[in-house]
């Protein structure tokens, strides 16, 4: 979820959680002279939001997890001023918005028209022009969802994506090196612990990273020797680590190795080894015992049982690391072919 200044390839919410959230002047914004960005107007409510405790009625735990990641017991590992920034901001997200579709997001923040449509970047004259020949904006987010053309005359494919997503889609941007590895395992591990604390709450109880390239290795260590004792209060962390499944896809391997319609697994993974479609599956992957009459019959097994083992996971999240930069739009053509994937 980024629009400008995060991220071309993905127009969402965004969310640049940085060491800190730039001031205002609260005269200029209020008499219009600066208009807010969705990320500086989310900054606010996050700043409240902690200032009065992370209070939430429905899940409190939530209250006490981020108190302990911002300060745990003792000496040793401690996140980021980014890596808690963001945390805060997506269980912001999560309970205080109930997590929002984007587009949601943005009418909430900007409910008049006119902001509503310099906030999606659909300032340019000949645009706002559309905006009265298609009745209103109504209409002009219909066009762009539906005519191509128009769309590829704009530069409006990223929004179009963010309109058209029928699940909610976030990105946080944090500067090279801040630890956006160690924050997905911070965003996986509170959604669990939540879980096991909230039996019938709306929390993940599966993960699906995406590594960047060939480092899945590299990726599973980090989050394999993340200390989440120093991101969990202790009657938290225990029932997590004994839950957790820390697991990756091998070379050669023809299932994903978790057990159907389990829970608490993190599977770490990339593009290249998640997109099930039997054009993938090499020669060598099959074994020695198929004719070459059965090689296609067996590819589209092979396929099946991937796409059977994922989507057996209930409530499974997916995250990827370091796309902005690691995989830039190659990314947004792999991820599309694993969203067809879901139809076949």
């Given at each position: 979820m ?17 060491s800190?959230?730039n001031?205002l002047?609260?005269?200029l ?14 900054a606010?409510?996050?700043?409240q939001w902690r200032?009065?405790?992370y ?12 108190h ?13 001023i ?24 943005y009418q909430?923040?900007?409910p008049?028209g ?14 706002k022009d ?9 209409g002009?987010?219909?066009k ?22 029928a ?27 939540m879980a ?5 709450g709306?929390?993940?109880?599966n ?6 390239g ?6 599973l260590?980090?989050l ?8 969990l209060?202790?009657r ?12 990756f ?24 080894k998640?997109?099930?479609?039997k054009e ?7 074994g ?11 590819k ?5 049982l ?7 996971l209930?409530n ?29």
């Amino acid at each position: 979820m980024v629009p400008d200044g995060v991220s071309s390839s993905k127009r969402a919410v965004e969310c640049t959680p940085l060491s800190g959230y730039n001031v205002l002047n609260p005269v200029l914004v209020a008499t219009g002279i600066i208009n807010m960005n969705l990320y500086e107007k989310l900054a606010q409510k996050v700043n409240q939001w902690r200032s009065e405790g992370y209070p939430c009625e429905d899940y409190p735990s939530i209250g006490e997890i981020l108190h302990w990641a911002n300060n745990p017991d003792g000496e040793g590992f401690r996140l980021r001023i980014p890596q808690i920034r963001a945390l805060e901001t997506y269980w912001y997200l999560r309970l205080c918005e109930e997590t929002p579709h984007t587009f949601k997001l943005y009418q909430k923040f900007y409910p008049k028209g006119t902001e509503l449509l310099d906030a999606l970047g659909l300032d340019r004259p000949e645009i706002k022009d559309s905006v009265i020949d298609e009745g209103g904006i109504e209409g002009i987010i219909a066009k762009i969802k539906s005519d191509n053309e128009f769309a590829r005359k704009f530069r409006l494919e990223a929004l179009r994506e963010t309109l058209t997503l029928a699940y909610p889609s976030y990105i946080f941007a944090l500067a090279m090196g801040a630890g956006k590895t160690v924050l997905i395992g911070s965003i996986f591990a509170t959604e669990f612990a939540m879980a096991l604390e909230y039996l019938d709450g709306p929390f993940v109880q599966n993960a699906l990273v995406f590594a960047p390239g060939k480092t899945i290795i590299e990726s599973l260590r980090q989050l394999a020797e993340t200390p989440y004792n120093r991101i969990l209060p202790p009657r938290l962390y225990k029932p997590f680590s004994a839950s957790v499944k820390l697991t990756f896809t091998r070379d050669g391997e023809t299932k994903i190795p978790v057990i159907s319609g389990s829970y608490y697994n993190v599977i770490v993974t990339n593009t290249e080894k998640i997109r099930i479609q039997k054009e993938t599956i090499r020669k060598s992957d099959l074994g020695p015992l198929f004719t070459p009459e059965k090689e296609e019959e067996a590819k589209s097994e092979i396929a099946n049982l991937r796409l059977q083992a994922i989507a057996s996971l209930p409530n499974l999240a997916v995250f990827s690391d370091e796309a902005h930069h690691t995989y830039g739009q190659s990314l947004d053509t792999e991820l599309k072919k694993v969203e067809a994937t879901d139809g076949k």
